[in-house]
């Protein structure tokens, strides 16, 4: 009888834990919301996000965490120590805006305009990171109201520069490992969401292993022989050269990739050359991305490029190179934290609302993270249901339903309490 009072005492005890964070959760939304606005009216360039980063400090600093600032330039990092002794676990949220002039005509729409690369700009959170950071600081909120529920430390990283740094800088998630935020304390595993414009509120989406691409850039630099337009066998034509080549790398992908194992994208998207009609130039320049989910097929992929471009351009009389870039690796979500925390997202969720997804070629700077310690990143519904059309991201039309937050602190309070407690 003394055995099964106290597991009724226990289950009690813990049901009632339960509702009081729920209620901490629910009772959150209009300051979510209210962040959210904010941030979306005053958004920041990567590296730039001074006053993001200053509004994130003070929340987090009237918590009682404890508050380090400028990591990475403006990052912000928020640590929570629980009652109780055991892992580490850092949450992350992106904090960058991009140089998109805002369409949407909103009570909170940006009206912010900058010079970016020269070029008259306005400023959007055109990816949801206005999002992301209210999210995580409502979670950071909720935690703290329950340190006696949590047998560990959690690390809340705001990261600057997701969408990459200015040229000639460093910035974003590998400067942040460069400068010690997986340390001190030494984080165990690591979770991050991102919202989505075209997946309906209430629906979570993620994959096991690769979810988002590596994202290559690569320079191809076309040497020729200047001459006439008119006689073009006394030169070298690099455009010609260029056009052989652009079509060349497609044959990787169509003929030499095991695109049923996983997707892989070669594209050019600038190309540089000449100066009037009737001259055939000396040199062109392209510009393009690799993007890979599978490590064995970017390595063959570069390879192929390399021997490719160089062997087309002596082909035709030239010469050619070509540099790669890594802009991010592979967003691969670890087998089996993901198994030990799909439950944890179900149970906010619902079972039928938790989907497998396929994964997409877009990019992501979490993946440096990953290389570091296990992670999960996963995706969150922000379209509103029933919504005809939906705008994809970095376009000025893109639009978030404000509801589609609370199952996000929900998600990351869940899965957070579940991973240091069981």
Not at 164 to 190: C, F, H, R, S, T
Not at 198 to 211: A, C, F, H, R
Not at 368 to 391: A, D, I, N, R
Request: glycine share 8%.
């Amino acid at each position: 009888m003394k055995n099964l009072s106290f597991l009724l005492l226990f289950l009690s005890t813990l049901s009632f834990a339960q509702n009081s964070i729920e209620q901490d959760i629910i009772d959150i939304e209009d300051k979510l919301i209210e962040w959210r606005h904010h941030f979306h009216q005053n958004p920041e360039l990567s590296n730039r996000e001074f006053k993001t980063a200053e509004k994130i400090a003070k929340h987090l600093k009237s918590l009682g965490l404890e508050v380090e600032t400028g990591i990475a330039k403006t990052g912000v990092v928020g640590i929570l120590k629980g009652d109780h002794s055991g892992k580490v676990v850092a949450l992350r949220a992106d904090i960058d805006a991009l140089p998109v002039t805002e369409r949407n005509d909103l009570p909170f729409k940006s009206e912010v305009k900058t010079t970016f690369l020269n070029t008259e700009t306005g400023v959007m959170h055109a990816c949801g990171h206005d999002t992301h950071i209210s999210i995580l600081m409502a979670t950071a909120e909720v935690l703290s109201k329950h340190k006696d529920k949590i047998n560990g430390t959690i690390k809340f990283i705001f990261q600057p520069a997701e969408e990459g740094p200015p040229p000639g800088e460093e910035g974003g998630a590998k400067l942040m490992i460069k400068e010690g935020v997986l340390e001190n304390p030494q984080v165990d595993a690591i979770f991050g969401l991102h919202i989505n414009s075209q997946t309906s509120v209430g629906t979570i989406k993620y994959k096991t292993g690769g979810i988002m691409a590596s994202v290559e850039r690569f320079v191809i630099n076309v040497k020729g022989k200047q001459t006439h337009g008119s006689q073009p066998w006394s030169g070298v034509d690099p455009i010609l050269i260029s056009a052989k080549i652009i079509d060349g790398l497609q044959t990787i992908i169509s003929r030499e990739s095991k695109l049923t194992n996983e997707a892989a994208v070669i594209t050019v998207g600038k190309i540089t050359a000449g100066t009037r009609f009737n001259i055939i130039p000396e040199s062109a320049e392209m510009i393009g991305t690799v993007r890979t989910l599978d490590p064995e097929m970017r390595a063959h992929i570069e390879k192929r490029m390399k021997e490719m471009v160089e062997t087309i351009a002596k082909a035709y009389g030239g010469e050619a190179t070509i540099a790669f870039q890594n802009n991010t690796s592979i967003t691969f979500n670890d087998p089996d934290l993901t198994a030990q925390v799909l439950p944890s997202l179900q149970n906010v969720a619902g079972e039928e609302n938790v989907q497998i997804m396929k994964a997409t070629t877009g990019g992501e700077d979490f993946s440096y993270f990953q290389e570091k310690v296990p992670g999960v990143y996963f995706f969150l519904g922000g379209m509103t249901p029933g919504t005809e059309e939906s705008f994809p991201h970095h376009t000025p039309d893109f639009k978030i339903d404000d509801s589609g937050m609370l199952l996000g602190v929900k998600a990351f309070t869940q899965l957070t309490l579940d991973y240091l407690n069981n």
